[in-house]
């Protein structure tokens, strides 16, 4: 079975500030992938990344960057000079030989002008 | 391209009463899943289908049925609605299993009295 633990409940920053979300992951598979969801007020649920196993590489799309460390089973998630429209609560995922993938509990953050 | 629909968006039942959610995507993905958001719980899946006539349970599917007769639709169905089904439902589709991401559909607002 998986788990994946959100430990931050919600967090509150200030616009430009940096932030960043915690994911930690268990897992038995060899082969896993993890991913990251949005999900802003409106409430529908936005992919943001995946990543598999063997791919321990750092991702930066922009503002956001990955940190996806096996060592620690962590796959934290940074917003670099956060902005009012990443408020937001933010899932991790993950998945492996199942079909039945395992959300975190969520982080809503929310960022103040 | 509509991606993942559902409906209703809202609906109020009350305790006993039965009804269908639908699910519909135009993707041709043959992984749909149902999930429920309940707060502080992040998303538990409730039914997945790997293909049109094959249908499993996921982490919660007491009170709830689900059948994929074709590629495109995957109804939930309430049996007999209570008041600890009141949550938001969410549909999603992936093109191959877990391993690729999911696409959501814009969720349901159910509320059983």
């Known amino acids: 079975a998986q788990k994946v633990t959100q430990a931050q409940t919600e967090i509150s920053v200030v616009e430009k500030e940096d932030v960043t979300l915690d994911c930690v992951y268990e897992?038995?598979?060899?082969?896993?992938?993890l991913f990251w969801y949005k999900q802003p007020p409106s409430g529908e649920l936005v992919f943001l990344i995946r990543?598999?196993?063997?791919?321990?590489q750092n991702e930066i799309s922009g503002r956001y960057s990955w940190n996806f460390q096996k060592s620690t089973s962590s796959f934290n998630f940074t917003i670099t000079a956060s902005q009012v429209v990443d408020s937001a609560v933010y899932f991790c995922?993950?998945?492996?030989?199942?079909?039945?993938?395992?959300f975190g509990r969520g982080t809503s953050l929310i960022v103040h002008p | 391209n509509a991606g993942v629909t559902q409906t209703p968006k809202f609906q109020v039942l009350k305790t006993g009463q039965s009804m269908t959610l639908q699910c519909a995507q135009d993707?041709?993905?043959?992984?749909m899943s149902w999930y429920r958001q309940d707060p502080g719980m992040g998303l538990r899946l409730i039914h997945y289908?790997?293909?049109?006539?094959?249908?499993d349970q996921g982490e919660v599917p007491n009170g709830y049925n689900v059948s994929r007769s074709t590629t495109e639709d995957f109804p939930l169905r309430l049996l007999s609605a209570a008041p600890s089904q009141t949550s938001v439902y969410f549909c999603?589709?992936?093109?191959?299993?877990?391993?690729?991401?999911?696409?959501f559909g814009p969720g349901t607002r159910l509320t059983v009295l």
């Open positions: 995922a993950s998945s492996g030989g199942s079909y039945i993938p395992t």
């Open positions: 897992t038995r598979d060899t082969t896993y992938y």
């Open positions: 990543r598999n196993s063997f791919d321990e």
């Open positions: 993707m041709n993905h043959e992984y």
């Open positions: 289908s790997v293909g049109a006539g094959i249908t």
């Open positions: 999603a589709s992936s093109y191959s299993g877990t391993v690729n991401e999911q696409f």
